[in-house]
């Protein structure tokens, strides 16, 4: 037996192992018990206050770029553990491709969590959109500020996937500065206690960040107020029950479902037989149907064919489902395991019987299964299930019952109209997929059915080789669905984090706004004078360090040469052109010659300095055309701040390439005029900057 008799709860900074029996829980190969988890006598509201009082505000205090590196830390030290989580997992029925799914797919989450730091501030909070001017007169402008909830994120959490499940979450969560309290479903809740004991002995998050319940959610809910979010991975029903929780309701505590769905999948009337598209779309098929045994919230369940294909689809399926061992996981020939457990393998049967209302299995049995290496009565295994509807247009089932398993319904269609339709009989799901080679056939699809679905993958020969398939949630994509679905919304890069910070609108004189956000705003005031700003380094430039240049004159000869470097010679930038009918009264400078003597102006080059290179230049307008005989000058203000990270080297290298420079990167605005001080350009440049101390 790999684990404790009584699984643990790690709640208040401590492992406890609640009173009671509770559940017990067994082995899904082999029927063998595991052990028990229960959370009888757990005392909630101190779990959550503890959450709320020790793990948040010591998360809040962190910026996003140490969140960001402290999701890296732990995604290392997991992937160093990762074995021991494979054995454990194999008891759940996951086979090793199964597994890689939910373990390092878990993992892989916080690594690509993490990389979100270099798109976020080195602040404990930050801004959202883009700056609204409000006044005539520049004085007065609003903005939108992101900040850490100050309450926790409680994650229930679904038994298909007791690591990714977890880990989704929490990387999400940490990384915008709130603490979590996991709670996954009590038949696979082993595997998650063992990755939790991992995290807490590596001593990378702080005092309350993570707390685990191994069990049943008690009263918790009682407990929750404005400032948690709650997330629910399972059945729209038991999803339901949660989100109309008098608390839930009557405190407005955010609340994001995702919802086991009858996700879809289209064969384009442009495929048969013979084409490559056509065995994109059986596998496609038989891998949703035979992975994590069908156990997927993403699986395929309804299957859509042309009418005239729907005999040779059907036959290729059984094809491919006869070349899937099923069995033991830890043998090396199984493709499909077991069910997580003998309630799972009743509950299919049982909504098995319910599609057979208006289906007919075409492949596989209901009650035998042939299996290597086990008892296919003691462990909770059962057959790939393919039925097949007639008549999908005038039944229910198919759309509303979910068969929580290897088992999915074919049904044909006449017209992309009406695999339009049909795709929409299931009331929202979670993702759909169409295989086509067509791209009027896939944008038909695509637009006509994205209101029902929260993601479309569109599937054919040239990206099938490098997809991650119909049923992988990716961290930078969001994971979700309308209706039916839960019409919930998770990770998504970004869009994430934004579930957890309170978006609050903030109004001042820009120079005020500058000093909330530690962002430069247009119009603010600079801070004139001193040294240039190009001679500081990167812990002495200071927002709003600025200087307004000398002007400099723009002659003809001038557009003429640039004109002869470049090889721009567009006919508004020749002195022969008519003007007549354009919209330039005169030969007119190039934008680009603009900004590059701009650059002339603004840039202290004569002498070594902090600044080691041009990183790249973003939002660059220009805003009037400049005539020979104008002279323009240059506002240069620093903008905004973010130190780099010193990047792993070899030390047997460091001589012979250099050991990496401390530095970060430096935003500026750069405001371009003409002598009689209108706006001519604007852009952000962004520069390298040296660290005077070395890290």
Known sequence: MLHMDKLGNYVTGKWIKADGDGQTLYNAVTGDPIGNATSEGLDFEAILKYGRETGNPALRKMTFQERGRMLRALALHLMDKKEQFYTISYQSGATRVDSWIDIEGGIGNLFSNASLRRKLPDETFCLDGDPIVLSKNNTFMGHHILVPKEGAAIHINAYNFPVWGMLEKIAVNLLAGIPAVVKPATVTSYLTEAVVKEIVASGILPAGALQLICGSAGDMLNFVNSQDVVTFTGSASTGLKLKSHPVILGESVPFNMEADSLNCIVLGNDVGPGLPEWEIFIKEVKREMTVKAG???????????????????????????????????????????????????????????????????????????????????????????????????????????????????????????????????????????????????????????????????????????????????????????????????????????????????????????????????????GNLGGVHPFKKYFEELNIGDQIITEKRLITSEDIDKFAALSGDHFYAHLKATDFKGTMFEQQVAHGYFIMSAAAGLFVDSYEKNPVLLNYGIDELRFTKPVYPGASMYIRFTCKEKTAQELKETNPELKMAQGADIPKGIVKWLVEMFDDADDAVGIGTILTMVQMKNKI
């Open 295 to 525: 156990q997927k919230c993403t699986a395929i369940r309804r299957i859509f064919v042309p009418e005239n294909k729907m005999e040779d689809v059907w036959k290729a399926l059984s094809k491919e489902l006869d070349k899937t061992p099923i069995g033991n996981p830890l043998n090396e020939k199984v493709r499909m395991g077991p069910l997580a457990g003998e309630a799972q393998r009743k509950e299919v049967r049982s909504q098995v019987q319910k599609l057979l209302a208006s289906s007919e299995i075409i492949y596989g049995s209901l009650d035998s299964v042939t299996v290597i290496d086990a008892d296919a009565g003691k462990g909770a295994f059962i057959s790939p299930l393919l039925l097949l509807n007639e008549k999908p247009l005038d039944t229910e089932e198919s759309h509303s019952v979910e068969a929580f398993g290897p088992v999915s319904t074919i049904m044909p269609y006449r017209n992309m109209e009406e695999a339009i339709e049909l795709s929409k009989k299931g009331k929202g799901s979670l993702c759909s997929s169409i295989v086509t080679a067509n791209a009027a056939i896939a944008k038909e699809y695509v637009i006509g059915a994205a209101t029902h679905h929260g993601r479309i993958l569109v599937l054919n020969e040239e990206c099938s080789k490098e997809s991650t398939g119909h049923g992988s949630p990716l961290p930078l994509l969001v994971h979700g669905g309308p209706g039916r679905a839960g019409g919930g919304e998770e990770m998504g890069g970004l869009r994430g984090i934004r579930h957890y910070l309170q978006r609050t609108a903030i109004q001042g004189s820009p120079t005020m706004i500058t000093a909330i956000t530690n962002v430069f705003q247009a119009h603010a005031k």
